[in-house]
């Protein structure tokens, strides 16, 4: 059946088998300023690039914090001296602390995100992230105590933001544009990552450690000031959005944004599409927060690189994932609008594609263990990270749009679990830097990613779950016509038949 499709003013027609109960699908424009869901994606993005930044600078202050200087002495001796006496496995545990806060937010940020809003609590928590940022110097100096205590905080801060994304989006993103919106939004924490850790061994040499904490988190509470400015709940209640695109929202989406979910939790424990997101978040964490929290060291204390020349070469794989999460987002959204792949086929080919590619990449570079080849085999297989993504991470959208926030909470949770125990396992197994400690490393993630792999294919769908029609919107019924009988296609949205 076709489907209008404005393009400037002008309409044309496409055939696609959702049918006359879609509202006009309308193009991804380059002018973003022009529709205000792009400008809460803009928003949405540096608010992750912010809070993403003031997460993994102390894995490259760490480095600094903890080294041997040469320091010379009056008598016209030379000798070596740690300004904080920290071995690998202390520094496990500091850089492994803000996880700890991290995971016991997860499903209460979704839930308060879906109850007072989202953009609130996603404020509430990058702000509260870079406020404890700029107290970290002075609790490092205090003791390690302190410095374990306050990052831990700012886990906990952090926490709520990354589940109110989809508590946002449940409320902007039409259907057909979940995917770019979602990854678009997701690339913030790559870039973030990619600034932080290139210019973090400059700033370290030029200005000190203490520095990183002081720029970034003065940047966090700067963005905070105009997110309270620009981003509203809903596209209902922002002033500045034009009506053919409220219309356009409202049409799109199957929930009234205006009621209040009472989440079914018994079905939402007891489901199979839940688990595979939260196996496959896991499974993609471990591998990235293996990285993130220990590739500074292991580029400086195994393959040898100075410490700037470490901070470029850690942020190149997470440069990969944000340009490789921008196209992959897009082609997903192709392959469902012009009904090359079902929803469900898009989530599973990408996912576990992507999983594929990184457990080869990654066993590689274990195997290699040489700075060229074992550095481009870690950038590839983060940077197909942002293949996978277009699966898991979107697929809370797909199976309950109203329930998405609380579902990503309970994802995010689960998936913190890797942040908190390798960074400790792996201070344990790297003792002395060397190049069979780290091959272990390395098989231990290839063999995650394998498993999410699996799990994923056999349980992941995209289809809208019977627990989450059943509190479907009765509005949304109401359009249709009397005499329609109704069936479900492979996105959720109920057709004739």
């Known amino acids: 059946m076709a489907v209008t499709t404005k393009i400037d003013g002008e309409s044309g027609t496409q055939n696609n088998n959702i049918g006359s109960i879609m509202p006009e699908i309308e193009p991804l424009t380059w002018r973003f300023w022009r529709k205000r869901r792009y400008i809460i994606v803009l928003m949405a993005f540096l608010g992750l690039f912010n809070v993403h930044a003031l997460r993994v600078i102390l894995s490259v202050g760490i480095v600094a914090m903890s080294e041997n200087r040469t320091v010379h002495y009056p008598n016209g001796t030379i000798g070596y001296e740690q300004e904080f006496q920290w071995d690998s496995k202390d520094r496990g545990i500091i850089l492994s602390s803000f996880f700890w806060g991290y995971i016991t937010t997860q499903i209460f940020g979704g839930w308060l995100g879906s109850k ?36 831990l905080l700012a886990g906990i801060f952090d926490g709520v933001t990354f589940p109110c994304i989809h508590a946002i989006f449940s409320q902007w993103a039409p259907p057909f544009e979940r995917s770019r ?42 963005w905070f000031l ?3 400015i620009i981003v509203c709940e809903s596209p209902d209640k922002d002033k500045h959005i034009s009506k053919d695109e409220l219309r356009y929202i409202q049409e799109s989406l199957s929930t009234n944004t205006n009621t209040s979910v009472k989440h079914p939790w018994t079905d939402i424990f007891t489901s199979k599409a839940v688990y ?46 944000s340009i490789l ?16 792949l079902t929803t469900s086929q898009v989530r599973r080919y990408f996912n576990c594609g992507g999983f594929l590619a990184q457990t080869v990449f990654l066993m590689t570079a274990g195997y290699l263990m040489s700075p060229i080849g074992t550095i481009t085999c870690i950038i590839t297989a983060i940077g197909l990270g942002a293949v996978a993504q277009c699966g898991y991470a979107v697929n809370q959208l797909d199976i309950a749009p109203q329930h998405a926030s609380v579902i990503l909470g309970i994802s995010n949770t689960f998936s913190q679990i890797p942040g908190i125990i390798s960074p400790v396992l ?16 390395f098989m231990i993630s290839s063999v995650v990613y394998l498993i999410g792999c699996v799990i994923y294919w056999i349980w992941a769908s995209g289809d809208v779950q019977p627990w989450a029609k059943k509190q479907m919107d009765s509005e949304y019924k109401s359009k249709l016509p009397n005499d329609t009988m109704y069936g479900t296609n492979n996105d959720g949205f109920e057709t004739s038949g």
């Not at 990619?194 to 990183?212: D, K």
């Not at 344990?428 to 490393?441: C, L, M, Q, R």
Request: proline share 3%.
């Open 226 to 228: 105009f997110w309270l």
């Open 116 to 151: 007072i809003g989202g953009n609130r609590v996603f404020g509430i928590g990058v702000v509260g992230t870079s406020v404890l940022t700029l107290l970290t110097p002075l609790a490092a100096k205090t003791d390690i105590i302190a410095l374990i205590m306050v990052r």
């Open 426 to 441: 792996t201070g344990y197994i790297v003792v002395n830097a060397s190049p069979d400690e780290w091959k272990i490393v």
């Open 276 to 321: 595979a997101i939260c196996v496959a978040h896991f499974a993609e964490n471990w591998g990235f927060y293996t990285m993130l929290t220990q590739l500074p060291s292991f580029l400086k204390d195994t393959l040898g690189y100075e410490l700037e020349e470490a901070g470029f070469l850690a942020a190149a794989p997470y440069l990969a994932l």
């Open 325 to 340: 999460l921008l196209v992959a987002g897009y082609f997903a959204d192709i392959c469902q609008i012009r009904g090359y």
């Open 181 to 222: 919106m979602a990854t678009t939004t997701f690339a913030g924490n790559y870039i973030g990552t990619v600034v932080s850790m290139s210019i973090s061994g400059i700033l370290i040499n030029r200005f000190g450690w203490e520095c990183l904490f002081y720029i970034f988190g003065t940047s966090g509470c700067i």
